[in-house]
C-alpha cells in the first residue's frame, strides 16, 4: 500500500512539473515577442485618426512662425518613426515649447489655439518619457505616438477653423 501511495506522488509530481514548463515557456516566448516589437512607420501608419493640413491661408500665415515649422518637421520624421527629436533632454524640449508659443504669430494668437498648444506641449512631454523609459512597452509608446500626433492634427484643424471664421466674418448689420 505504502508503495503505491509513493508511485502516486510520484506520477503528481512528474505531471505537475510539466505544467509549470509550459506556462514558463508561454511567458518567455511572450517576452521575446514584445521585445521583437519596435517602432517603425509602418505601425505609424496604420493609426486611425483625422490628419488635418494646413489650409492656404494658414499655410501663409505661419509661413514666418519658424518654431512651428520645425515642429512640423519633426512631426514628419515621427511619422517615419524617427523619434531622435522626441528623446532629447526634457529641459531641449521645454525650451523649444516655450519659443514655439512666445513665437505664435498675433493673428492666431487666441485661447483656443494656446489651449492646442498646451495640449500637444503635454503630449509632447509624455511622448519624451515615454521613449526614455526602457521597460516601458512599445504598444504605450506607439499610444503616446498616437496621442501627439492627434493633438497636432487638433492644432492645426483649429489654425484652419480660426481664419476661415475670420475670412468669412462679414459683421452684423446695424439695427435701426
Given at each position: 500500500?505504502?508503495?503505491?501511495?509513493?508511485?502516486?506522488?510520484?506520477?503528481?509530481?512528474?505531471?505537475?512539473?510539466?505544467?509549470?514548463?509550459?506556462?514558463?515557456?508561454?511567458?518567455?516566448?511572450?517576452?521575446?515577442?514584445?521585445?521583437?516589437?519596435?517602432?517603425?512607420?509602418?505601425?505609424?501608419?496604420?493609426?486611425?485618426?483625422?490628419?488635418?493640413?494646413?489650409?492656404?491661408?494658414?499655410?501663409?500665415?505661419?509661413?514666418?512662425?519658424?518654431?512651428?515649422?520645425?515642429?512640423?518637421?519633426?512631426?514628419?520624421?515621427l511619422k517615419k518613426a524617427d523619434v531622435?527629436?522626441?528623446?532629447?533632454?526634457?529641459?531641449?524640449?521645454?525650451?523649444?515649447?516655450?519659443?514655439?508659443?512666445?513665437?505664435?504669430?498675433?493673428?492666431?494668437?487666441?485661447?483656443?489655439?494656446?489651449?492646442?498648444?498646451?495640449?500637444?506641449?503635454?503630449?509632447?512631454?509624455?511622448?519624451?518619457?515615454?521613449?526614455?523609459?526602457?521597460?516601458?512597452?512599445?504598444?504605450?509608446?506607439?499610444?503616446?505616438?498616437?496621442?501627439?500626433?492627434?493633438?497636432?492634427?487638433?492644432?492645426?484643424?483649429?489654425?484652419?477653423?480660426?481664419?476661415?471664421?475670420?475670412?468669412?466674418?462679414?459683421?452684423?448689420?446695424?439695427?435701426?
Open positions: 500500500m505504502r508503495i503505491k501511495f509513493q508511485y502516486i506522488m510520484a506520477l503528481a509530481a512528474f505531471f505537475s512539473c510539466g505544467d509549470d514548463n509550459s506556462k514558463t515557456t508561454t511567458l518567455v516566448l511572450e517576452e521575446q515577442k514584445q521585445e521583437t516589437k519596435t517602432i517603425t512607420a509602418r505601425a505609424i501608419e496604420d493609426f486611425k485618426y483625422n490628419d488635418y493640413i494646413l489650409s492656404e491661408d494658414a499655410q501663409k500665415e505661419v509661413a514666418e512662425w519658424s518654431r512651428f515649422q520645425e515642429l512640423s518637421t519633426q512631426i514628419s520624421f531622435t527629436f522626441f528623446t532629447e533632454e526634457k529641459d531641449t524640449l521645454k525650451v523649444f515649447l516655450d519659443s514655439l508659443r512666445i513665437s505664435l504669430p498675433e493673428n492666431i494668437n487666441t485661447n483656443p489655439i494656446n489651449s492646442r498648444i498646451s495640449v500637444l506641449e503635454t503630449k509632447l512631454l509624455k511622448l519624451n518619457n515615454d521613449l526614455t523609459l526602457d521597460n516601458y512597452s512599445v504598444d504605450n509608446k506607439l499610444g503616446s505616438i498616437k496621442d501627439l500626433l492627434i493633438a497636432n492634427s487638433n492644432l492645426i484643424f483649429v489654425i484652419n477653423k480660426k481664419l476661415e471664421f475670420d475670412k468669412n466674418d462679414v459683421g452684423r448689420p446695424e439695427d435701426e
